[in-house]
């Protein structure tokens, strides 16, 4: 297997990888056997070398690649102990084959890795609870009750929100987090009956 031009064997012990799987990266064969679950979370300093290498095999922009360099940034931070594990394996078969291995690197992984795009109303409702708290006036009443309203709600009523949620965080939320709520607050559709 082909080293990882940016991955040293210092951050991949850092990472603390736990699923039990060998890789060998810059002539570390790692094994997972360090059950920290850091994952890619938090571990920013591994997320700048991963989209480093990114950057280099599978070009931002492109078909094979991230959209830019901050979508890979985020999207690393992100991904769980397997997920990362297994786009780092597609890494490292990048460097040599990138048509091949390119797709596995990315945020739905390819058909090589797990897909680690976020479920919509988890994002939403992770959102509404910072920004619109639940249990206020303003907010849902619970998380429950924000994930259930949002999974019936018809994409574009989702999507009413999502820019009414944004409206509320940078702009005026007593104005607008009652546009987020079930009933839509009489600016986005009420959500459908359950």
Avoid: W
């Avoid at 591994?46 to 931002?60: K, L, N, T």
């Avoid at 594990?85 to 490292?92: A, F, K, P, T």
């Amino acid at each position: 297997m082909q080293s990882i031009t940016h991955l040293g064997a210092a951050v991949l012990l850092a990472l603390g990888l736990g699923s039990a799987c060998a890789v060998n990266f810059d002539g570390l064969t790692y094994d997972g056997d360090d059950d920290t679950g850091n994952g890619g979370t938090g571990d920013s300093e591994f997320c700048v070398d991963f989209c480093d290498d990114a950057e280099d095999f599978c070009p931002f922009g492109t078909a094979l690649g991230y959209e830019d360099r901050d979508t890979c940034l985020s999207d690393c931070a992100g991904y769980s102990d397997d997920e990362l594990e297994c786009r780092l394996v597609e890494m490292s078969g990048a460097e040599t084959d990138p048509d091949i291995h390119c797709e596995g690197t990315l945020l739905d992984g390819g058909e090589a890795c797990p897909d680690a795009t976020p479920d919509p109303c988890t994002s939403f409702c992770d959102d509404a609870a910072t920004v619109c708290p639940f249990g206020t006036d303003d907010g849902y009443p619970s998380r429950d009750d924000c994930l259930s309203v949002c999974a019936r709600l018809p994409q574009q009523s989702l999507n009413c929100r999502v820019v009414h949620l944004g409206y509320a965080r940078d702009i005026d939320a007593e104005k607008h987090c009652p546009h987020t709520v079930e009933d839509g607050g009489g600016t986005c559709e009420p959500a459908p009956a359950e």
